[in-house]
């Protein structure tokens, strides 16, 4: 266990495994079937982790325009816009994401930067570096653990030093290329969906090591997952699995998506990939008209039925301890 960690009030805590020089067989055959997040150390992902420094990067992506979060608190919340969306050349970017404190800034000498690449038009095109940032995906190998049909983007990210990103899940399994820089990673289980309070695909505890127990009281009862990323290492978080990042020093990373459930089940004009799948879509919709019935209940029987239907969806949907996972 690390002695940076908190966890004097968390019940369980798990060291990420970490697989040195995986292939794709190994990751394929030993590695994916098991649904668990290791971290994959030693493989190759080609010169960008000598080439690009801040210098490389500012000159590679020029004046490029990009839209960057901007926040004067390290801890960014999505839920509750704790941030501001802004627009600079990449080349101006990259050097205030490097920078501790700045010379030139929105909101106050210390804020921090994160950079979400999008699609050229965010409305109908998706996150692929070859096409945003043809010069740097020229430096960088993409593990291809996955058929190249099933590819789905491959959003280039950037954060201040100190960042930490909101508690989320994603609809499609994904590698996280560390390029540079050190991060901190936490991800939970999907069946601790009842210990993270939950506000869409996010969590509302943004403090995860300090959370307010009065507000979050079962939150301890999650089980964590944590580990390191060094420059160079991939972490693979298999789809529904909760991820918070937090960037240690100056980042630099990938992320690598791909769908690996039947193509009918994503909806097709998702171009973020982050909606939940179609069919869970409808069951949502379908669960809040049930809400709404209810309400018309008094509260004795409103409470009875909800138990009923709470209790036939674990007996009909809950998984098993047998069953597969895969």
Request: charged share 30%.
């Amino acid at each position: 266990m690390n002695d940076d960690r908190a966890t004097s009030i968390f019940k369980t805590n798990y060291d990420l495994p970490i697989i040195h020089n995986a292939t794709k067989e190994i990751f394929l055959n030993d590695v994916y079937p098991k649904r668990v997040p290791v971290i994959l150390r030693g493989i190759d992902i080609g010169p960008c982790r000598e080439k690009w420094s801040v210098e490389h990067l500012r000159k590679s992506g020029g004046d490029k325009e990009v839209k960057i979060h901007v926040s004067t608190t390290p801890q960014m919340d999505f839920l509750k816009k704790n941030f501001v969306y802004r627009s600079l050349p990449f080349s101006t970017f990259v050097q205030r994401a490097a920078e501790i404190r700045h010379s030139e800034f929105f909101l106050s000498e210390e804020e921090h930067y994160y950079l979400r690449a999008l699609g050229d038009d965010p409305r109908k095109d998706i996150a692929d570096i070859h096409h945003q940032f043809p010069d740097l995906a020229a430096d960088i190998h993409l593990p291809e653990f996955y058929e190249p049909s099933q590819f789905y983007s491959s959003v280039f990210r950037i954060a201040s030093p100190g960042l930490q990103l909101w508690t989320h899940y994603d609809v499609m399994d994904n590698l996280l290329i560390q390029v540079n820089g050190r991060k901190r990673v936490v991800l939970f289980s999907p069946k601790e969906v009842e210990n993270l309070y939950l506000n869409g695909d996010k969590s509302e505890v943004i403090d995860i090591d300090s959370p307010d127990l009065e507000q979050f009281p079962k939150f301890p009862d999650a089980e964590r997952h944590e580990g390191f990323l060094e420059p160079g290492d991939i972490l693979f978080i298999p789809a529904l699995w909760f991820h918070n990042v937090i960037s240690l020093e100056f980042g630099v990373a990938v992320n690598v998506f791909w769908r690996h459930l039947r193509s009918d089940l994503y909806d097709h004009k998702d171009t973020y990939g982050n909606k939940d799948p179609q069919p869970a879509a409808r069951a949502t919709q379908i669960l809040d008209r049930a809400l709404k019935a209810l309400e018309e209940l008094p509260p004795e029987y409103r409470d009875f039925y909800a138990r009923r239907l709470v209790t036939r969806i674990q007996t009909k949907a809950y998984l098993k301890p047998d069953d597969s996972v895969t």
